[in-house]
């Protein structure tokens, strides 16, 4: 006679032998665990945020928006720029700052952040300290623009006038201790006469109120003021930087119109807060210096009159502790304050 095979059941196993089946069950599911969290957190998992901190229209708006587009399609998540501006650019890096250190949440700094750091003296962040340098994107020289309605037609006939009636003329900055401010207080210095300064959030709005006749006069960067100089609306009296601008070839430098120790262009670069994974900082930084030494981009830069940079991290640190050091030499050489 055949039997049967009796159908084994774990109330059958002694002991010893379940323990034994229930070990080898959890290995074989701990060995399939490192897989799942390391699929769950890839980066980027979803949209980063790129902070602007100012308000939209102005140039690091512009940088952040052209550099955004091209990162999404290199990421394969969107790039969301955020404006926050106020405060001199301080509000949108103290957000920064506070974020997440995980990579979803930037900041597209720029030199300003160097020279708030003297003229601020209760910020919650130490712009070193606080944040992860990933690349500088681009430096774009500043220039001296007034309207086209001021008589002037160049620097010397403006400080004439100035001197003149010093009551009637102001300049815009993107806040107080901005390249701006900076530039105008050293400006002023040097003509002799006293100049109102009007800070904005930003400049788009600084740019309408010099085309309205609101402020006398800016030292913003190239880029917003082109199209208006270009279009006879605005005139460029000098560029505060070293050297020309390939943008503006024909306008004099300060240092040629006759005002010494000017060089001071902006350049604007992408952080990340402190502690932000070093794989993270380093695939950033990778994407975004493709994307700003590709022919399209260059020639995008070209069209507004930045230079594309995308340097190493390393060298960006480099860059912000040489500022930090020599801008706080001027802004203590030049009183300036945030009143």
Excluded at 3 to 16: E, V
Excluded at 32 to 42: F, I, R, V, Y
Excluded at 87 to 107: F, H, N, R, S, W
Aim: glycine share 8%.
């Amino acid at each position: 006679m055949t039997r049967l095979a009796t159908p084994h059941h774990p109330s059958s196993t002694p002991p010893a032998r379940r323990r034994l089946l229930a070990l080898a069950t959890l290995a074989v599911a701990a060995c399939a665990l490192p897989s799942a969290p390391a699929h769950a957190q890839a980066w980027p998992a979803k949209p980063v945020t790129l902070v602007v901190p100012f308000a939209a229209g102005g140039t690091t708006d512009v940088l952040a928006r052209a550099l955004g587009e091209k990162l999404s399609t290199a990421l394969g998540q969107p790039v969301i720029v955020e404006n926050r501006g106020g405060a001199g650019a301080t509000i949108g890096a103290d957000y920064v700052a506070k974020a997440p250190a995980d990579g979803y949440t930037l900041l597209m700094g720029a030199v300003h952040h160097t020279i708030a750091t003297s003229v601020y003296k209760k910020l919650s962040y130490d712009f070193q300290k606080s944040f992860a340098p990933i690349t500088t994107v681009a430096l774009v020289p500043n220039v001296l623009a007034i309207s086209a309605s001021t008589p002037a037609k160049d620097v010397k006939e403006l400080a004439a006038l100035i001197k003149a009636a010093p009551d009637k003329f102001s300049y815009g900055s993107n806040g107080a201790g901005t390249a701006q401010h900076l530039i105008g207080t050293q400006f002023s210095s040097q003509v002799g006469a006293p100049l109102l300064h009007v800070p904005y959030k930003g400049s788009g709005p600084l740019t309408t109120d010099l085309l309205g006749g609101q402020v006398s006069m800016s030292f913003d960067t190239v880029t917003p003021v082109l199209p208006h100089i270009k279009a006879g609306k605005l005139r460029a009296l000098a560029v505060t930087t070293a050297k020309r601008s390939s943008a503006l070839p024909d306008v004099p430098t300060l240092q040629e119109s006759g005002f010494a120790g000017f060089d001071i262009g902006t350049w604007f670069g992408v952080l990340a807060p402190a502690r932000t994974p070093a794989d993270v900082v380093a695939k950033l930084n990778a994407e975004m210096v493709k994307v700003i030494q590709s022919p399209d981009f260059k020639k995008r830069m070209q069209d507004i009159g930045a230079e594309p940079i995308g340097n190493t991290p390393a060298q960006m640190a480099e860059q912000i502790a040489a500022d930090t050091a020599r801008f706080s030499r001027l802004v203590a050489d030049n009183k300036i304050t945030t009143d």
